[in-house]
């Protein structure tokens, strides 16, 4: 059972590394001006609450399988990300805003948010993979 817990999150986790560089490749096309900000903040918004639910799913997971210090290593970045969801002004068009990305350096925030959530689900990846291996050698 442990050995499917950790290759669900493993999925899981391949997933939001591919969200993390998506969203660091749009941005990067918007600081660029290849793509123009109501466009890039549709193709990210999309993706908001997939992510959420992906990484609130496998923090459930950990905390249903005790195992605590995976869990406690969740909690903080899911919390943000609902917080993040949550505390969307009215009006805004989601998370990513293309009135205000440019404003108050967002956009900056926006792409060192992203680098920093990519290094994260990397860490996860390999602590991931490592309890999976060994969770099927001791099974």
């Given at each position: 059972m442990e050995a499917v817990v950790f290759v669900f999150s493993l999925l899981d986790c391949c997933a939001l590394i591919f969200l993390s560089v998506y969203f660091i490749?749009?941005?990067s096309d918007?600081?660029?001006d290849y793509i123009n900000a109501r466009s890039c903040c549709s193709k990210l918004n999309k993706w908001v609450i997939p992510e959420l639910v992906g990484h609130t799913i496998v923090t459930v997971l950990m905390l249903i399988s005790l195992h605590w210090f995976i869990f406690l290593l969740n909690l903080p970045v899911a919390t943000w990300n609902i917080y993040r969801f949550v505390m969307v002004p009215s009006g805004n068009m989601g998370v990513f805003d293309p009135t205000e990305i440019h404003n108050r350096g967002q956009l900056k925030s926006h792409m060192k948010e992203a680098m920093i959530k990519l290094g994260f689900h990397l860490l996860c990846f390999f602590m991931y993979l490592y309890s999976m291996i060994l969770a099927l050698?001791?099974?």
């Open positions: 490749i749009t941005l918007l600081e660029c050698i001791n099974d």
